[in-house]
């Protein structure tokens, strides 16, 4: 049950691509679908979600069938352990999967509606809807998703010897959540904007930064939300960042703008700095 930690440690299958794109005994890697991580992180959940609800069914029936012989088997003290336990376990579960089912019924209403013809006003307002709600989405998804350490944290006195399966994912975590925040505390010196409709290009001053063409970034603006943090490929090839000289050294991204999204927050927050609107904006800001 542990493992659905693992698909999710981006630093672990960081150096698993890393290992299955080199000639090391390792290369056998490259056979797996490891980019399909989110996928199987989802296909354990569900695995989990079913297994528990078995669980759940047994006990139930168990105790209504032999609820003497199990408390004379367990002891009062470890049966009233189990029951609460396993009730706090049951309501993180709930939280979590309800989560990914209103995502899943959201996508699914807005493809449907996407296929359907609309007038342009109807559609404008739609999509801004979605955007605010997507923005909704974002925060409950991330303090409801955190809900795992509760169901897991209680299903160590739910069954106290579990703890031997849940040591090593749990360390492979805490060492992801550390690596997130090194790099992700890491300040980087905004260099310049360029906006050309819809797209917003950033060019970033490098600060030790090393990359290869096709990999991709996640960007946060903290002063539009510490939690968000967005995927996005690096535009520029290396060599715009290690074969320049001087000051014209930079790594690039260009981002489009969607009317009512974070995309759109980030260009608004750069005006700020840019009352008159006219690019390319030239200014060091660290972000």
């Known amino acids: 049950m542990a493992i659905v930690i693992v698909p999710v440690?981006?630093?672990?299958?960081?150096?698993?691509?890393?290992?299955?794109?080199?000639?090391?005994?390792?290369?056998?890697?490259?056979?797996?679908p490891l980019r399909k991580n989110i996928v199987f992180h989802k296909i354990i959940a569900f695995v989990v979600l079913f297994a528990s609800i078995g669980?759940?069914?047994?006990?139930?029936?168990?105790?209504?069938?032999?609820?003497?012989?199990?408390?004379?088997?367990?002891?009062?003290?470890?049966?009233?352990?189990?029951?609460t336990t396993g009730v706090c376990m049951a309501v993180a579960?709930?939280?979590?999967?309800?989560t990914f089912m209103f995502e899943h019924q959201h996508q699914h209403s807005n493809t449907n509606i996407k296929h359907q013809h609309q007038h342009q006003h109807q559609h404008s307002r739609y999509t801004a809807a979605v955007d605010k709600v997507r923005r909704a989405e974002f925060q409950i998804f991330w303090i409801n998703h955190h809900m795992f350490i509760v169901f897991l944290g209680f299903t160590i006195p739910h069954k106290p010897d579990w703890v031997l399966w849940f040591a090593i994912p749990a360390l492979m975590y805490m060492y992801e959540?550390?690596?997130?925040?090194?790099?992700?505390?890491?300040?980087?010196?905004?260099?310049?904007?360029?906006?050309?409709?819809?797209?917003?290009?950033?060019?970033?001053?490098?600060?030790?930064?090393?990359?290869?063409?096709g990999q991709y970034v996640f960007l946060c603006c903290p002063r539009l939300g510490r939690m968000e943090w967005h995927p996005f490929t690096i535009s520029s090839p290396e060599g715009d960042l290690f074969e320049t000289e001087g000051d014209k050294k930079f790594m690039s991204l260009h981002i489009k703008v969607i009317p009512g999204g974070w995309t759109e927050r980030l260009k608004q927050y750069l005006e700020r700095m840019n009352p008159q609107k006219s690019y390319p904006f030239v200014r060091g800001v660290r972000a």
């Open 55 to 83: 669980h759940i069914v047994c006990h139930l029936g168990n105790w209504a069938e032999a609820a003497s012989v199990t408390t004379a088997s367990f002891g009062k003290a470890r049966i009233y352990i189990i029951w």
């Open 9 to 32: 440690t981006r630093t672990f299958l960081q150096w698993l691509n890393h290992q299955a794109a080199s000639d090391s005994c390792f290369s056998w890697l490259k056979y797996l």
């Open 93 to 98: 579960q709930f939280f979590l999967y309800v």
């Open 177 to 213: 959540k550390i690596q997130r925040y090194r790099r992700g505390s890491r300040p980087v010196i905004l260099k310049e904007v360029r906006y050309i409709e819809p797209v917003l290009e950033l060019r970033f001053e490098p600060t030790g930064m090393k990359f290869q063409d």
